[in-house]
Nanobody, 114 residues
Framework: QVQLVESGGGLVQPGESLRLSCAAS???????MGWHRQAPGKQRELVAT???????NYADFVKGRFTISRDNTKNTVYLQMNSLKPDDTAVYLC?????????WGQGPEVAGSS
């Protein structure tokens, strides 16, 4: 089992940046990692994923602004968020997926701009 802990959130001015981190209790080498978010009154939505091979996928609403990356030596995945908008304000959670296993971060990590 993998335990995940998010950090790095906060509220900044529109246009500014934040970097979220998701630290795992064990190796994430064989996991696809993802970031998700849930704004008040809205459903949880996928933000970005990164595969074991480093392939990335982004939701249209963050393309060109957010970057997901991973450091397997540190068992950590990151979400660099640039040009933040008020609509980006949400609780951000990370997850780790391998086969039928899907582990979620302890969260919540509130991040965005206001």
């Amino acid at each position: 089992q993998v335990q995940l802990v998010e950090s790095g959130g906060g509220l900044v001015q529109p246009g500014e940046s934040l970097r979220l981190s998701c630290a795992a209790s064990g190796s994430i080498f064989s996991y696809t990692m993802g970031w998700h978010r849930q704004a008040p009154g809205k459903q949880r939505e996928l933000v970005a994923t990164i595969t074991t091979g480093g392939n990335t996928n982004y939701a249209d609403f963050v393309k060109g602004r957010f970057t997901i990356s991973r450091d397997n030596t540190k068992n950590t995945v990151y979400l660099q968020m640039n040009s933040l908008k008020p609509d980006d304000t949400a609780v951000y959670l990370c997850n780790a997926v391998r086969y039928w296993n899907n582990y979620w971060g302890q969260g919540p990590e509130v991040a965005g701009s206001s």
